[in-house]
C-alpha cells in the first residue's frame, strides 16, 4: 500500500503529540545519530532534529519523502527510501531508533527488528508507539471485516505491537531490554462526517480499500456502521468528536 496516495496529513497532525512523547521519552543529545522509521510527514524526524540530532528519515512513500525534504530546510536531516526490513544504513550506525506507529505495519515483525538491531550501535534506544485494542481498532476493523468479506481475503493473527511481553520476545536475541508505558492520544474532528471525509475516506488505507467496497455495493452500509460506532461513544455535546486512543510506547535498551 502506498502511504503517499490520498491526504494522510490530517493523521499525521493527529498523532503529533504522540510524537512529542517519543522524542522526549528518547532523551535525545545533541549530535547522536537518530533513525526515523516510517517518518511519514516528518513528525518525529523533525523534532530529533530540533534538538540538535543528526536525523536520518526512512519512509516507503515517495510522496511523503518530498513532504519531509521540503519541510527540513537547514535541518541537519536525510530523508531515505526504506522500509523496517531494509534501512540503507551500516551496521551499528544509529545511537536512537524511533518510529511513530510505523514498523507495526511491517509484514514481518521479526525480520524488521532484526533489521533495526542490525543498525543500532552496541549501546543505544529504540523507542516504538502502537496502539493498543480500542476504538481506532474497532473502527478499522469495520472497514477491514467487509474488505475481507468482499475479497475472500483471509485473516491472519497480526502481531501484538502493543504488548511488551511479545516485543520481548522480538528484541531479547538482540540483547534488548524492554519496557513499556501506556499513554492517551485524543484524535478531535469537527463532526463523525468530518472525521470519516478526512481520516477515512481520505486516508491512504480507505484509498485502497473503499473502491473495493463500492464496487461490491457496500460502501453506504460500512459507512453507517463506522459513522454509528462513532455516534454512540465519542461524540460530545457539541457534536464534535473527541476518539481517545490509548496507545503503547516502548523503550528498548541495550
Ligand atoms: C501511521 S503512519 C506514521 C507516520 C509517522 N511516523 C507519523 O508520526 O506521522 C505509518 C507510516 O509507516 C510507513 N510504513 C508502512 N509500511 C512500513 C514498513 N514496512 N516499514 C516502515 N514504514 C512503513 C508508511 O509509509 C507511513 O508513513
Redesign the pocket.
Known amino acids: 500500500m502506498d502511504?503517499g496516495k490520498g491526504s494522510?496529513e490530517p493523521?499525521?497532525a493527529d498523532?503529533l503529540p504522540?510524537?512529542r512523547e517519543l522524542v522526549t521519552a528518547a532523551n535525545i543529545r545533541p549530535g547522536e545519530h537518530v533513525v526515523?522509521?516510517?517518518?511519514?510527514?516528518g513528525?518525529?524526524a523533525l523534532l530529533a532534529a530540533d534538538l540538535g540530532a543528526r536525523v536520518t528519515a526512512?519512509?516507503?512513500?515517495a510522496r511523503?519523502r518530498e513532504v519531509i525534504a521540503e519541510t527540513a530546510l537547514d535541518r541537519d536531516l536525510t530523508v531515505v527510501a526504506g522500509?523496517?526490513?531494509s534501512i540503507p544504513l551500516p551496521d551499528s550506525s544509529a545511537d536512537v531508533i524511533l518510529?511513530?506507529?510505523?514498523?507495526i505495519?511491517?509484514?514481518d515483525p521479526a525480520a524488521?527488528i532484526a533489521e533495526l538491531a542490525r543498525v543500532a550501535k552496541p549501546a543505544s534506544r529504540i523507542l516504538l508507539t502502537s496502539w493498543q485494542p480500542g476504538v481506532l481498532s474497532q473502527l478499522v476493523g469495520v472497514i477491514l471485516a467487509a474488505v475481507r468479506e468482499v475479497t475472500g481475503g483471509a485473516l491472519g493473527t497480526p502481531f501484538k505491537w502493543h504488548d511488551p511481553t511479545a516485543l520481548s520476545e522480538l528484541l531479547d536475541p538482540h540483547a534488548f531490554a524492554v519496557s513499556g508505558t501506556t499513554l492517551e492520544l485524543d484524535i478531535v474532528a469537527a463532526s463523525a462526517e468530518d472525521y470519516w471525509e478526512t481520516r477515512i475516506a481520505a486516508h491512504p488505507l480507505g484509498i485502497e480499500t473503499l473502491p473495493l467496497l463500492e464496487q461490491a455495493g457496500r460502501l453506504d452500509e460500512v459507512r453507517k456502521r463506522v459513522l454509528q460506532t462513532i455516534a454512540d461513544d465519542w461524540i460530545t455535546s457539541t457534536g464534535q468528536v473527541r476518539l481517545k486512543a490509548q496507545y503503547l510506547l516502548a523503550t528498548a535498551v541495550r
Open positions: 502511504w494522510y493523521t499525521a498523532l504522540a510524537a526515523d522509521v516510517g517518518a511519514g510527514t513528525n518525529v526512512v519512509e516507503p512513500a511523503l522500509n523496517a526490513a518510529s511513530n506507529f510505523a514498523v505495519f511491517a509484514p524488521a
